[in-house]
């Protein structure tokens, strides 16, 4: 919200954050395959909204009302604060780009504001959620994986020391139409979804592919170019292929790095002081939302301090 808009206060925000997370997951939920039959059956997209059965089509364009003023309103807000003066002590892709608009009046203004406008709203949007999945989804890894959380803290700690958290500095020295297809004609419109689960747990490119093993990408310490990057599936593929990815991977990058760098997080106890660790469970499919888990997170000996920063 801050690099998009340049707002700060998050509390003050709270509208956006809200309206944005229930716009995603309208998104979500209306992208998984078949949810509705007009996906099978496009000539149904003809049909009137107030036809017996077109209730999709209501659902669309109230939802696309609400898309649009999702768009509108926080670039209007951001444009608002500009003109008063009040600007964020941090860049942000609005401050960007509303400096470069043309004066109001000048007849490309309306088209490139707009284009500013969905930018901004592609910048926020696009990460809302996928971030916070992946974050979930190391936090889950680290309960269950004690053994290698303690070989990164050593990583960590060898690399930045105990008196400050990581920087993004620091990654450079932390290792880190119609077609055919395989005989399969594929008519031009054709939705085709990658598998990108069956990439990354091919056991022909990734030895042992069920076991979490962070290590597999590294030999001698430094990144093996010999094992292909996950990112090649992580983002998409082609012209599709997420334009922001450089950005998630540098937020990414300094969540894990700086939850190394200051706690230890740990599977939960019973009453009999065993370990229960928590499971892998999808409650999303379409964006691989977890369901919610427990663990436990402390602050490591000495790093109190950070906790500030």
């Avoid at 000539?43 to 003023?69: C, N, T, V, Y």
């Amino acid at each position: 919200m801050r690099i998009a808009y340049g707002f700060e206060d998050a509390q003050k925000n709270q509208s956006l954050i809200q309206d944005v997370a229930r716009l995603i997951l309208s998104f979500t939920d209306a992208a998984a395959p078949g949810k509705y039959l007009v996906s099978s059956f496009p000539m149904l997209k003809h049909i009137p909204s107030w036809f017996p059965g077109a209730g999709f089509k209501r659902h669309f364009q109230a939802l696309s009302k609400e898309f649009d003023m999702a768009v509108w309103s926080p670039f209007e807000d951001a444009k608002q604060n500009f003109s008063l003066g009040k600007r964020s002590g941090h860049p942000s892709i609005a401050a960007g780009l509303i400096d470069a608009l043309p004066e109001e009046g000048q007849p490309n203004r309306p088209k490139l504001e707009e284009l500013a406008r969905h930018v901004c709203a592609a910048s926020y949007f696009g990460g809302y959620e996928t971030t916070s999945i992946s974050a979930a989804c190391f936090f889950l890894a680290l309960a269950n994986h004690p053994e290698v959380q303690a070989k990164a803290h050593e990583e960590i700690d060898s690399v930045i020391g105990p008196d400050r958290l990581p920087l993004l500095t620091d990654r450079e020295v932390l290792p880190t139409e119609d077609d055919e297809y395989d005989g399969y004609f594929i008519p031009k419109g054709t939705m085709v979804l990658p598998n990108n689960w069956a990439m990354m747990h091919d056991p022909q490119v990734f030895e042992n592919p069920f076991e979490f093993n962070p290590e597999r990408y590294l030999k001698d310490g430094k990144i093996d170019r010999s094992v292909p990057d996950a990112e090649f599936a992580a983002f998409g593929h082609g012209r599709r292929m997420c334009p922001g990815r450089q950005f998630s991977n540098d937020g990414l990058f300094l969540i894990v790095a700086s939850i190394l760098s200051v706690f230890s997080v740990s599977a939960p106890k019973d009453e009999a002081g065993n370990p229960v660790f928590p499971k892998l469970e999808i409650k999303n499919p379409s964006i691989a939302t977890l369901v919610p888990f427990k663990c436990d997170i402390t602050a490591r000996p000495g790093r109190e301090a950070l906790l500030g920063d």
